[in-house]
């Protein structure tokens, strides 16, 4: 007769183990919708090249007031030149 409880015991142990672990995988398989949505996938625009790109991927250039995104350090640099030359010449 002990034999078939702890059979039993072992069997609902095992059955236990198998649905918690069945159901701990599928809660971490599904993507979660909202995760780490810290405004990452915010567009913004390099005001040089016009090209739209991930604001975390950005470079940042604060000009006063304003911060500027751009995509390269080419552009950010290109711009730079263009507006303090225009700035310096200022005829
Ligand atoms: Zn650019």
Redesign the pocket.
């Known amino acids: 007769m002990l034999w078939r409880l702890i059979l039993l015991g072992v069997a609902a142990y095992i059955l236990y183990r198998l649905i918690w672990g069945k159901r701990r995988r599928d809660s971490s398989a599904r993507p979660r919708p909202s995760a780490g949505g810290k405004g990452e996938e915010v567009l913004v625009q390099?005001p040089?090249?016009k090209?739209y790109l991930p604001k975390s991927q950005a470079l940042l250039l604060r000009d006063g007031k304003e911060v500027l995104y751009?995509?390269?350090e080419e552009?950010k640099e290109r711009f730079l030149s263009a507006s303090t030359s225009r700035d310096s010449e200022n005829q």
Do not use: L, V
Request: hydrophobic share 25%.
């Open positions: 390099d040089w090249c090209t751009f995509c390269s552009c």
